[in-house]
């Protein structure tokens, strides 16, 4: 069986849309700065690949919803994209300071 291919020309249009009305990174950017967006990540993973390989059709549906559904999107650089928000998926957590030195992540004990 090959491989899903999830990220196809429909992707590829919504993509280049979403990056036009949302051109920043938003991690930069709640880190005070302003870097051009390269990538729309999904928020919540949408899991659509495994969802597929597995086959159930109530899990593909729900996972094409979120995939695409853009309020689950974020614009992201590369270097956000491939370095911290896969760090904040395999830990649970946001990583990451504002520009006044207080952690991103509204759980933690700084911001009670």
């Not at 919504?14 to 880190?31: G, I, N, V």
């Not at 689950?72 to 896969?86: E, G, V």
């Not at 990583?95 to 759980?107: R, W």
Request: hydrophobic content about 30%; overall charge positive; aromatic content about 6%.
């Amino acid at each position: 069986m090959s491989e899903p291919r999830i990220y196809n020309s429909r992707w590829d249009k919504a993509r280049l849309s979403f990056l036009k009305t949302h051109p920043l990174c938003a991690m930069c950017h709640r880190q005070g700065r302003a870097v051009a967006a390269a990538v729309v990540d999904h928020i919540k993973p949408h899991r659509l690949k495994e969802s597929i390989n597995v086959g159930k059709q109530d899990e593909i549906a729900k996972a094409q919803k979120l995939f695409w559904d853009k309020a689950n999107w974020q614009p992201l650089c590369k270097q956000h994209h491939d370095s911290t928000k896969q760090r904040e998926e395999k830990r649970g957590h946001v990583i990451g300071c504002d520009e006044n030195g207080l952690p991103l992540d509204p759980s933690s004990h700084w911001r009670k």
